[in-house]
Nanobody, 126 residues
Framework: QVQLVESGGGLVQAGGSLRLSCAAS????????MGWFRQAPGKAREFVAA????????YYADSVKGRFTISRDNAKNTVSLQMNSLKPEDTAVYYC???????????????????WGQGTQVTVSS
């Protein structure tokens, strides 16, 4: 099983950019679909973006489509989330997730059996 550590969060003004990174330990990283979820105060955790194990497919929530880009480097056991044109409503704790399950269920937001990182705070000021 992989272990995940996120980095790259911080405070940014609306319209700015941030790049989140997630480093994974374990030799089986390349077999996992990877994703990013977020949780704002008082709200449920929500799906943001996902990338399949071989990086052949990506999927985004409508709220971030065209602004966020997910990528992965299986040689370095990392997954990243480039966030552009940030909005105050993007403020949340962002979690990296690793899923050893069907792609269609993971990108639909199913989190059963998902391995989580500890989260990194992203704050977008208006």
């Amino acid at each position: 099983q992989v272990q995940l550590v996120e980095s790259g969060g911080g405070l940014v003004q609306a319209g700015g950019s941030l790049r989140l990174s997630c480093a994974a330990s374990g030799r089986t990283f390349s077999t996992y679909h990877m994703g990013w979820f977020r949780q704002a105060p008082g709200k449920a955790r929500e799906f943001v973006a996902a990338i399949s194990w071989a990086a052949l497919s990506t999927y985004y929530a409508d709220s971030v489509k065209g602004r966020f880009t997910i990528s992965r480097d299986n040689a370095k056991n990392t997954v990243s989330l480039q966030m552009n044109s940030l909005k105050p409503e993007d403020t949340a704790v962002y979690y990296c997730a690793a899923a050893n399950k069907r792609w269609d269920t993971f990108k639909a937001g199913s989190v059963a059996g998902v391995v989580w990182g500890q989260g990194t705070q992203v704050t977008v000021s208006s």
